[in-house]
């Protein structure tokens, strides 16, 4: 009897991904400190990448506080690199505001907290070093 051919491997199963603030900027710079499995996955043409507008925020607040200068070249255009990178924008609304109010959890940062109700709200995978979104019950990746 012959011998079946070899069946092609199924194509990964396109993923919607929110980009912490850390993980768009190591992403948008190299940086080896992004996780392999989440620089994978960023990096898949198959996935939908999301940069909310609270990383935005929370770049801009740093980098004027002189903590964050390596977001300069992010700030200098967010629309043109976001655009460049293939990430689509995510805005903030009165429900991701609502649901980061309420949700549950002692972390305090306003900033993740928003970007935990984005990710449960806009059902993405939430690429993220940050183990504190893992108190908000979100999938997370990134190694």
Do not use: C, Y
Not at 59 to 81: C, H, N, Q, Y
């Amino acid at each position: 009897m012959g011998r079946k051919p070899d069946k092609a491997p199924a194509p990964e199963a396109p993923v919607k991904i929110l980009l912490d603030t850390h993980a768009l900027i190591w992403a948008m710079n190299g940086d080896p400190r992004l996780g392999p499995v989440a620089r994978k996955a960023i990096a898949s043409r198959t996935n939908q990448v999301f940069v909310s507008a609270a990383s935005i925020w929370e770049a801009a607040t740093r980098f004027r506080l002189g903590r964050f200068p390596e977001a300069r070249l992010l700030l200098d255009s967010p629309s043109e690199v976001l655009a460049t990178m293939g990430f689509d924008p995510l805005p903030i609304s009165i429900e991701h505001a609502r649901l980061a109010g309420s949700i549950e959890g002692k972390h305090r940062d306003p900033f993740d907290r928003i970007l935990a109700a984005q990710s449960k709200l806009e059902g993405t995978t939430l690429a993220s070093a940050d183990e504190a979104f893992d108190a908000f019950k979100v999938t997370r990746l990134w190694d």
